[in-house]
Every structure is written in structure tokens, then in C-alpha cells.
């Protein structure tokens, strides 16, 4: 369904139009990336602009202390944010002017955490759920990851190509213009090259920027039950060498938990993916806190995320570390647990960025929204606090934050003009979609 919508018309320009029949897939026309002409695009009459600002993660007081302008413009050109004001906007030849209508604006949101590539689903869990079994009793029981696993190895490149694409249609119908993909279902050399493979495709062809992490280490596969560390080899020996020479992802990732990797493990694959130029990122203290985020300081990750059970040595070690905390409120909520210290993490010194985590398990949740509003109800941080998360923060977690996650002067022109007066407005509703209109590049997706 993807290619068969492939129309180029007369100015080269590439235009994915899916056809939004049956099965919900988005109407919007969207623009190919690679598009050069001179495009302008003039954003006026904003209410209120809301942004941080920077090229660097937040932490600290600084994270809430972001940018409101009142009665503000942004002129886009060929993609990139070109000037910024308040008052009058100007007269700007050829521009493609796009009136807010006194609304909010902020950036386009980042989702930097979340497991994209999957067959299948599984709501044949939410019965055993209901019925008190954790979700680690139903991973240890062959259910969880490995189901999974088992539906993406079926599945072909296109089917995963499709599936996806439409997730991330639905994604960016959200405000989100921006994320992160990881592999770790196929959980086999030729499967996990495969969701590589599909989520560079993605990148190449879909307006959403992703960026790719490897995690042949999501869990140890059921052949290999009885011989861990061969397993452990083949992640390390066999599949990074090929996702190092194909350059189709920029980080690893583990499950450093309980039942699935121990904290010698991860630390041997986070060093090895190094040694490929993969920068380390790690699942800790989702279910129990063995000490993982302990080796996110130690090792220097990027990121460590979930963190719902974080110690107070594990918040230490992030902040000393240089550590983003890649927090996943709807995770906690799906699976009924606590919600991550994430007042703590502020007060440490930690930048603390929130993400989905969209996986067909522990959170099959695509709305960032949602998780802006758990962000204010379950881990107490003010708006301000949450804006950075979703955006500059989230794309520090991936590494781009030269690139997108602020309204300013280079960036690029990922904007999202909300149907709310301010930002209090957006983490104080829920269960709406209040992105009213999304901007990629300075154009209308
Ligand atoms: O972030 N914890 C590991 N990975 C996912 C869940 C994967 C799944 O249940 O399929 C997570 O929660
Ligand atoms: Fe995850």
C-alpha cells in the first residue's frame, strides 16, 4: 500500500498520498525529504510560542526555564527556521503564509523512545493481566517479547514497512515529528538486519525523522534458553559487526531486568556495541531494580530508560554520568506500577525527557499526549518541565538536538500549532488529540 501511493508529479515532487480507507491510514499529503526549492512558509498570529532553547539537554531548574513568546511569527525557509519575532509579521514574498489563529504553539514533539517494528499484537494478554499474572510471569510463560518475536520473524519487510508507516502516520497526527525506533524482535541476525533494514526505509521515505537503536538484547530467544551466552556472542560477534557495516543504527540498547539481562551482561553488550560506534542506551529498573541505572552512570549511556523503580545511588550515578532519564509514564500506567521518581531526577541534576515507549506489551500506547498529561498528574512536573521532556530533551536522548526540539534560528521547521490558548491548556486536557496542525520541514503533513 505504501509505494502503490508514489505520485511524482511535473516538479519532481514526491508525494506519499495514502488513500485513508479502511484501516484508518492517514489522508495527508506528505512531502518527500528530499524536495530542494525555495519554500516558504509563514507562521503568524501565535497566542502564545512555547519553547526551550538550546542545543543541549535541560536539567535541573533550568528544564522548566524555558521561552514564552506572546503574539509571536516563524518564518520557515527550505526547512529551516529562519527568523522568529513577536508583533507585526512581516511581508515575506512567495511565503505560504499559515495563520494560528491566536493558538499555542510549540515544536514538534520528539518520541524518543519506542519499539516500532513488530508482527502482530497481543491482547490475548490483557486476560491474563486481569487475572493477577505479572509481565514478567507471562514473558517467563513464552508470552511477552517472544510472541512477539515470533509474529515479527513471519512477517515480511513490507508488511513490517506498512504496519509501521501507519503507526507513524498516526504518530505525527499527534504532534510528534520526530523518534526513535528500536529493533529487538527479530532476536536473530537475519531479523533484526531486517527491522533495521525497514525503519532506515522509513526514514528515507516517510516525513518523520527516526532514528534507529539496535537491541538484538531485548531478550534471550527461546532456542537459546539453555546456552545464554552464545546468544550473548551472536548479539555481539555476529549481528554488530553487519549493523556496523550496513550503518543502520546509531545506538544499542538492553534489557537490563530480572529473568532477562543481568547487569554483566548488559555492560558486555553496551561495551561491545561501543566498540562498533553504537552509543550505549539501557532499559533499567523497569520491574526491579538490579542496577541498571548504576551502569548508565558507570558506562556513560546516553540515556537509561523507564527508571520506575530508579534507587537514589542509580539517580547519583545518572547524574554524575551525564545521563538523559528516558521517562515512559504510560508504561507505568499499562502495566500498573509505580511512576518513576522523576521530581527526584530534576532535583539531582538529571535531565529528565519522556517518551511512549509504543510496543505491542508493556505499552500500546502511540500518544505523546497521553504521556504529557502523566507527565503533570503522576511525576508532578510542571508544564514548563514537561514541554522540554517532549521535545529538546527527547531529542538530546537520540542525539539531535542540533537539529530539532526548539523553535530557533537553524533549526529545523518542525511545529505544532495546538487547538488550546496556552500550554497549560494541553497537559490539563485529556483523552483529546489537540494537535490541530502539524508542520515537518515547513510543510503541512
Ligand atoms: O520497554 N522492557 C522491554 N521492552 C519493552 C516491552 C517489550 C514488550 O513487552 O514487548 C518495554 O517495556
Ligand atoms: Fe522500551
Redesign the pocket.
Known sequence: AFASHLIIDDEGLIDLRYNGKGGGVSSRPLLWKGYEGMRKLLLTNIGMLATPQGRTAKKGPEQGAIQMLKNAWVLVEDGVIAQVGTGAAPEVEDAKVVDAEGNLVTPGLVDA?T?LI?GGW?QNELGMKLHGKT?LEI?NAGG??QS?TNATRRATAEELTNKAAKALDEMMGFGVTTCEAKS??GLATEHELKALQVIKDLNDRHPMDIVATF?GA??VPAEYKQNREEYIRLVCEEMMPAVKEQGIAKFCDV?C?AD?FTVEESRQVLEAGLKYGLRPKI?AD??EAIGGSQLAGEIGAISA??LIVCPPEGIASMAKGGVIACL?PA?SFN?GAVFAPARDMIRAGVPVAMAT?F?????PCLNLQFVINLGCLKYKLTPEEVLTAVTLNGAAAIDMADKVGSVEVGKQGDLVIWDAPDLDYICYRVGSNLAKTVIKRGELV
Open positions: 523512545h519499539h513488530f497481543r509481565y514473558q511477552g517479547i512477539t529487538g524482535y537491541m531485548h531478550l534489557f531486568e532477562t532499559h523497569e520491574i530508560e523507564h515512559l508504561t502495566l515507549d510496543n505491542p506489551g508493556s505499552c
